[in-house]
């Protein structure tokens, strides 16, 4: 059975494994530096991590970790920026939508505003999940970036919630 829990600074060892895997960086253009990119942010994403300004989680089964998923907050935005792998072994399990999912049930409740990130134009794979979860790619003209920018927003989703806008009727003497 697959359960999702928050990373231990222990993982930090099995990510940066699983993001050096040439087999895992596939769908992510053509930059042969990108493992070693990704890497080197592993140590940022647990000091976010372990400071509350995000989180990290990793899905495991009795063999130890399958993926991880994690969102990173915009202090700027108000947003999370979020991004998401699994081992390449275990594609196409269910894995990186149980991911997904558990990354935004834990974003909404945080109080993200939203989750943002970038695919590159060719990952089948994750384009395919984003839009499954009603992530949106803004229509840009001519956009020649390969990388596109895919947006979950939260910030008009009250759920059913008492509107937090109280509306004050205008005064009688205006
Ligand atoms: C993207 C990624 C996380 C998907 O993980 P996964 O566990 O294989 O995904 P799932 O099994 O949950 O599949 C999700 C959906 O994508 C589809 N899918 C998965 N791989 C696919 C592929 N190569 N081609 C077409 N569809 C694919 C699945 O069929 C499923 O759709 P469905 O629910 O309609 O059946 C995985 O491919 C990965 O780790 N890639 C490398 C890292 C990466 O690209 N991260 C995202 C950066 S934006």
């Given amino acids: 059975m697959i359960q999702i829990r928050r990373a231990s600074d222990s993982d930090a060892v099995w990510l940066v494994q699983l993001v050096t895997d ?22 940022k994403k647990f000091e976010f991590h372990n400071a509350g300004r995000g989180c990290i989680l990793i899905a495991q089964d009795q063999t130890g970790p399958l993926g991880y998923g994690a969102y990173l907050d915009s202090i700027s ?19 990186g939508g149980s991911i ?3 990354l935004i049930a834990s974003a909404r409740q945080s109080g993200s505003l ?26 840009l003209a001519n956009d020649p970036a390969p990388f596109k920018r895919y947006t979950l927003s939260f910030a008009f989703d ?17």
């Fill in 22 to 43: 040439p087999s895992f960086n596939r769908g992510m253009g053509d930059d042969a530096q990108k493992g070693a990119l990704l890497a080197l942010a592993v140590p």
């Fill in 77 to 95: 935005t108000g947003y999370s920026y979020v991004e998401y792998g699994v081992t390449p072994s275990k594609f196409r399990r269910g894995i």
């Fill in 100 to 102: 997904l999912d558990a």
């Fill in 114 to 139: 939203g989750l943002q990130t970038l695919c590159h134009l060719e990952n089948v794979a994750s384009i395919k999940l984003l839009s499954s979860r009603g992530f949106e790619r803004p229509a």
């Fill in 158 to 174: 009250f759920d059913n919630e008492p509107s937090p806008i109280e509306i004050i009727p205008p005064s009688s003497g205006s």
